[in-house]
């Protein structure tokens, strides 16, 4: 069976295929690889011939690197690709490259210290080179085929089946497609959305941004001053570069006025005078394509209707703002992936639907909501340097007489300070709760959390898990290099690694090995006899299974979880925590628990 394919043919007979998922971006193609090691299949339709390869998103959190390891898709590997941390530790904001420089801020949490939170920190890669990393493993799979060029029209429920009408466009014939459920990856303007009459709340219009994608060695131009993010204040550019790879692929975005630049006025001349104005000196570089696009935050007012899913993209949209759009989507398919697992092999029902929406949208919101506050930030500080003035002459004098006179420097600086946050969003990336409601106080701000709902805390392990939970590679932390030897040997595997993605796994102390095992035979027994019989369920036992690295952490993980005060955590596959059982607790309450959150 190919992986990737035009599709070129007749359909004359309707075909049929447990999921269609809709688009080929990183969300489809992550679901698509996601459902293949679940034994689901599925097949990806994608509307163009081939994917744009300007870079658009560059950041993986933490999160999303967690969740790919899960599903052996190799983080070292991954790592290897993008940038590398040491050019990427830093946010500069710049007249122009070669201009003055007024002050940096740290990239996100790549301080060494963050490992005690996540085993697997931020790494910036730009998104194509994502795809196209999911989608060789995909080749590799050799199970779902991606059909390019066939772009969906339309689709109607019955019963319990969906029919999509599908175009190919090479030969402009039509269709159908009859598949269990449809999953929706096909962006911020999304057909399938449109057609299910889905609307979506937020704001329209902020911003007109225009994204400049070129090819320049940077490397010589920013010295040692090297980053991930440019932010440029000369008001001819108002914006950043992203540097992908200081020695050649980059990305400036920058705002501009509608009225004196209409969208159709643009061209590579223009394109030029700009990049010159932001790098600060004429050097050579190439023009490879420019796009504008609107800052704007919407989401999706319902992610589901029948058999069909919103995810990514077409579930919400923010501005990019604090990286949150890309890592939303692929932490939406995670949250999906098990759940749809769970109804085509029988053992979940419809309120799992209901579930997926529940859980994901308020994330959404809270995300969405932290990009608008970062870019109204960010471009509230290019204003109170007067570099909005519509005089662009006045304009640059406001902007180098506010950072180099001692009375205003000093504002400008705590301008400058006031975007930190924007720049750690640690807190969002793998600190929400399902269930919870709140606004987070700062997005930067993570506590672990041992209750419903959260992510299972992170703690090292001393050696691999028992082969019966996973069997993962070592963790390479060897790019950290003011890690000693010792303490990279202590950083290889997580309690992340605990838990398989097709099961739910209940954790507990080998200290209390007389009450849970006994109660997990007898609830393996019950389940047998229930409609979740074909439920994996596993068990984690400290002391047997697991050890944790001695130390603080370690303590603190044990007394989050309770463990020796007799209790057991379950975690379901998507390393969320189902639910806390005390000591004593009942086989009914553990039973009840699972099957309540399977809707079975």
């Known amino acids: 069976m190919s992986s990737v394919s035009d599709h070129v043919g007749n359909y004359e007979r309707e075909m049929d295929i447990p999921i269609l998922i809709v688009g080929g971006g990183p969300t489809g193609l992550l679901l698509a690889h996601m459902l293949t090691k679940l034994g689901v299949k599925s097949l990806i339709i994608e509307r163009y011939p081939t994917r744009l390869a300007a870079p658009k998103a560059h950041a993986l959190s933490p999160r999303s690197l967690e969740l790919c390891r899960q599903f052996d898709l190799d983080v070292n590997e991954i790592r290897n690709i993008g940038t590398n941390r040491d050019d990427a530790y830093w946010v500069n904001f710049v007249t122009s490259?070669?201009?003055?420089?007024?002050?940096?801020?740290?990239?996100?949490?790549?301080?060494?210290?963050?490992?005690?939170?996540?085993?697997?920190?931020?790494?910036?890669?730009?998104?194509?080179?994502?795809?196209?990393?999911?989608?060789?493993?995909?080749?590799?799979?050799?199970?779902?085929?991606?059909?390019?060029?066939?772009?969906?029209?339309?689709?109607?429920?019955?019963?319990?089946?969906?029919?999509?009408?599908?175009?190919?466009?090479?030969?402009?014939?039509?269709?159908?497609?009859?598949?269990?459920?449809?999953?929706?990856?096909?962006?911020?303007?999304?057909?399938?959305?449109?057609?299910?009459?889905?609307?979506?709340?937020?704001e329209s219009s902020y911003e007109t941004m225009m994204t400049i994608h070129f090819n320049a060695n940077l490397r010589e131009v920013v010295g040692n001053q090297v980053g991930m993010l440019h932010w440029i204040m000369d008001p001819e550019v108002s914006?950043?570069?992203?540097?992908?790879?200081?020695?050649?692929?980059?990305?400036?975005?920058?705002?501009?006025?509608?009225?004196?630049?209409?969208?159709?006025?643009?061209?590579?001349?223009?394109?030029?005078?700009?990049?010159?104005?932001?790098?600060?000196?004429?050097?050579?570089f190439d023009v490879l394509s420019w796009r504008p696009w609107v800052l704007s935050r919407k989401v999706a007012e319902s992610y589901y209707k029948g058999n069909v899913f919103l995810a990514g993209d077409a579930a919400h949209s923010f501005p990019p703002t604090g990286g949150l759009g890309l890592n939303s989507g692929l932490a939406d398919v995670h949250n999906l992936a098990y759940k749809l697992a769970a109804i085509h092999q029988g053992h979940g029902g419809t309120s799992l639907h209901e579930a997926y929406q529940n859980e994901r949208r308020h994330v959404a919101l809270v995300n969405s909501q932290q990009s608008v506050k970062n870019g109204k930030q960010i471009f509230g500080l290019l204003k109170t340097l007067g570099t909005t003035d519509t005089n662009l002459a006045t304009a640059k004098e406001n902007l180098y007489r506010r950072i180099t006179d001692p009375t205003t420097r000093s504002e400008v600086l705590k301008g400058v300070e006031h975007q930190r946050e924007h720049f750690d969003n640690l807190g969002l990336h793998i600190g929400y709760v399902y269930g919870d409601t709140e606004i987070p106080a700062s997005a930067s701000l993570y506590t672990a959390s041992y209750r419903a709902g959260a992510r299972l805390p992170h703690a090292w392990l001393s050696k691999p898990p028992s082969s019966h939970l996973t069997s993962l590679p070592a963790i390479s932390n060897t790019y950290v290099r003011e890690l000693s030897g010792a303490a990279l040997s202590e950083k290889q595997y997580s309690t992340l690694d605990l838990l398989s993605f097709d099961s739910f796994t209940l954790i507990f102390s080998s200290t209390f090995a007389a009450h849970w095992p006994a109660l997990f035979s007898e609830l393996r027994l019950r389940l047998a006899k229930s409609n979740a019989r074909t439920l994996k369920i596993n068990t984690a036992i400290l002391g047997q299974d697991f050890n944790l690295i001695p130390g603080a952490r370690a303590n603190e993980w044990v007394m989050g979880m309770q463990l020796e005060h007799g209790a057991a955590v379950l975690v379901r596959p998507d390393q969320h925590i189902l639910n806390c059982y005390g000591a004593g607790t009942k086989v009914d309450e553990v039973l009840e628990g699972l099957l309540g959150h399977l809707g079975v």
């Open 97 to 202: 490259l070669t201009g003055q420089y007024v002050g940096s801020l740290p990239y996100e949490r790549m301080d060494a210290e963050v490992l005690e939170q996540t085993p697997t920190m931020i790494h910036n890669i730009p998104q194509p080179r994502f795809e196209e990393f999911v989608a060789s493993r995909l080749v590799q799979d050799g199970v779902v085929e991606v059909w390019k060029n066939h772009s969906f029209v339309s689709c109607k429920q019955i019963d319990d089946r969906v029919v999509t009408v599908v175009e190919n466009r090479g030969n402009k014939s039509l269709y159908n497609i009859c598949s269990r459920h449809v999953v929706a990856c096909d962006g911020a303007k999304s057909r399938v959305r449109q057609t299910l009459g889905i609307e979506c709340e937020g």
């Open 239 to 284: 914006g950043f570069i992203i540097g992908y790879d200081l020695d050649g692929n980059q990305v400036l975005i920058c705002n501009f006025d509608s009225k004196k630049h209409p969208v159709e006025s643009w061209d590579a001349v223009h394109c030029r005078s700009v990049l010159t104005a932001a790098i600060g000196k004429s050097i050579p």
